[in-house]
């Protein structure tokens, strides 16, 4: 079935640090994708989509390519800072039919140090 | 502009005894989508609610049931709690289910049964 594999955290990086975090699916067919970030006692926030391949999608100094030929969605940041800290879900979507769903990975907790 | 608005924020039940829980979408919002996150499954989809009708369902036992409201409002219940059943309940709302953009989630509803 269609899914979403992230790398394990967390990740521990100090204030100004390059931030990757790696994102790899699996689906039959070509869905929509997405970061998401969840701050301490909140809810989901979207981070940025990217609807097709090629597509960057960017936000807030992050930013994800949408490679097909990799199946992957890695976001990245050049310089991260405290207040980054979260817990990041690489996720897809299909629209449309009964796969009308976000599928997400297992997230990847990211702190960053001052 | 008002967000996704979830209540309870916190609620605590005992075994057997049945819950309900609320979400209100962003006005003009009219799929409602609810999500469990627990630390051993992460995120997985419950179901999927537009115009009053469920369109998409995850592999929940029956326990587990929704509905949506004319003005939009959708409420998931869950009766017979079992211990497995604490986790966090997440709402989130979108125009349309076709539409391709993300979410917008709610914070949440923490269930912890005991």
């Known amino acids: 079935g269609d899914s979403v594999t992230q790398m394990e955290g967390p990740v521990t990086l100090s204030e100004e640090a390059f931030l990757t975090i790696n994102c790899t699916y699996t689906a039959t067919g070509y869905p929509s994708l997405f970061w998401y970030v969840q701050y301490p006692g909140e809810g989901l926030q979207l981070l940025l989509k990217a609807t097709k391949a090629d597509d960057k999608g960017s936000n807030k100094g992050f930013e994800a390519t949408y490679r097909k030929e990799t199946t992957s969605f890695h976001l990245e940041k050049g310089s991260v800072q405290v207040s980054d800290s979260a817990v990041y879900f690489c996720?897809?979507?299909?629209?449309?039919?009964?796969?009308?769903?976000?599928?997400f990975g297992t997230g990847t907790l990211l702190a960053v140090q001052p | 502009k008002a967000g996704v608005t979830q209540t309870p924020r916190y609620l605590i039940k005992t075994r057997g005894q049945q819950v309900t829980l609320s979400c209100s979408p962003i006005s003009g919002h009219r799929s409602v989508s609810w999500y469990q996150q627990t630390p051993g499954q992460g995120l997985q989809f419950l179901f999927e609610?537009?115009?009053?009708?469920?369109?998409n369902k995850g592999n929940f036992p029956g326990r587990f049931s929704g509905r949506q409201f004319s003005n939009s409002r959708s409420e998931m219940n869950v009766s017979t709690l079992e211990l497995g059943d604490s986790a966090l309940y997440l709402c989130?709302?979108?125009?349309?289910?076709?539409?391709?953009?993300?979410?917008?989630f709610g914070s949440g509803t923490r269930l912890t049964v005991v």
């Open positions: 989130a709302s979108s125009p349309r289910p076709d539409r391709v953009q993300g979410y917008t």
């Open positions: 996720a897809l979507r299909f629209y449309g039919g009964a796969t009308n769903k976000l599928i």
């Open positions: 609610y537009f115009s009053e009708t469920q369109r």
